[in-house]
């Protein structure tokens, strides 16, 4: 009690509490509390401070690396092409691993199969796994000695089959899409065959003379229109033309699509309205149409190379 009065005195005239003692007020209490001191809070700890270093460190690693971009691109124009391409399709490439590792992720959390995938995320992880393949291949046949020079011939000499679409450059990515569209394109006389066979089959004689007209136009290079293909609903809903009765030759082809390398954007909007137009029309039951419709609306399509 005496060394409290002793405290409180010399703090009223001016003087500071002992060296071991605090003044703090305490809610719902009149008189002071006397503790230890409380640790300063403007202290930064280790966390913060190492966070600020590593985000010192990348700043100026950052500015450092800009600096030599800009080195390369003056003094050495052609070979910061090959290096920005090959920087940037690593940077892609890491990209499409983490999206594979989340579709992975999500697999084996819902328990899905490979077929139960969305459409974009089976061909995601179909095509991830191609480009894998080549980069395992390449580095495999990299380990002998001076075998690294024998691989920098191939990957000039046959980029399309060594080297991943990363690492195209811009001619020759619309080079090698127009030999993948015309390797697909070949099962396009197929197709239209397997159609005008089956026409004798169709029951009604209304849509067997809508099935011939559209198989006609297409073979004498017209572009059909959705009004062509909506009045055979029926036709492909039922026996020969259902998913289930199309035979091997009839499905032979994985992808088919537009050609859009050489289109203009107008036309491949109108495209894709005439196909969101079908495929909103369309019931489970009819989804053969849809899979026919990709090549009726593709073969003949103005301003795509014949």
């Known amino acids: 009690m005496a060394l409290s009065r002793v405290c409180w005195r010399r703090f009223s005239l001016g003087g500071p509490p002992g060296p071991f003692f605090s003044l703090r007020l305490q809610p719902g209490r009149r008189s002071p509390a006397w503790g230890p001191p409380r640790p300063s809070r403007l202290h930064l700890s280790s966390k913060v401070a190492l966070k600020s270093v590593f985000s010192s460190v990348m700043t100026k690693a950052k500015l450092v690396n800009d600096k ?25 490439l890491w990209a499409d691993a983490k999206k594979a590792r989340r579709i992975k992720a999500l697999m084996a959390q819902q328990k899905l199969m490979f077929h139960q995938l969305s459409y974009r995320d089976m061909e995601h992880m179909r095509q991830f796994r191609r480009d894998i393949t080549k980069c395992l291949f390449l580095g495999i046949i990299s380990i002998p000695p001076f075998a690294n020079y024998l691989v ?63 198989c006609t136009k297409v073979r004498n290079g017209a ?11 029926e036709c492909f809903s039922d026996y020969p033309l259902n998913m289930v009765y199309l035979s091997t030759a009839h499905m032979a082809c994985y992808l088919r ?50």
């Open 68 to 92: 030599y971009n800009r080195f390369l691109e003056r003094r050495f124009p052609r070979f910061y092409l090959v290096y920005s391409l090959f920087l940037q399709g690593f940077q892609m």
């Open 152 to 214: 920098f011939l191939l990957m000039y000499l046959f980029p399309r089959q060594l080297l991943i679409r990363h690492f195209w450059t811009s001619k020759q990515q619309m080079e090698f899409l127009d030999i993948y569209h015309a390797l697909r394109k070949r099962s396009h006389p197929e197709i239209l065959s397997c159609l005008e066979k089956a026409i004798p089959l169709v029951s009604d004689e209304a849509l067997r003379w809508h099935l011939t007209q559209l």
């Open 223 to 233: 572009s059909p229109g959705v009004h062509d293909l909506q009045p055979l609903k």
């Open 257 to 306: 699509g537009l050609d859009s390398t050489h289109l203009a954007e107008e036309k491949c909007q109108k495209w894709l309205k005439d196909w969101l137009q079908l495929s909103c029309s369309l019931r489970s039951s009819e989804m053969s149409l849809l899979l026919h419709a990709v090549v009726l609306l593709s073969t003949s399509y103005p301003g795509t190379r014949r």
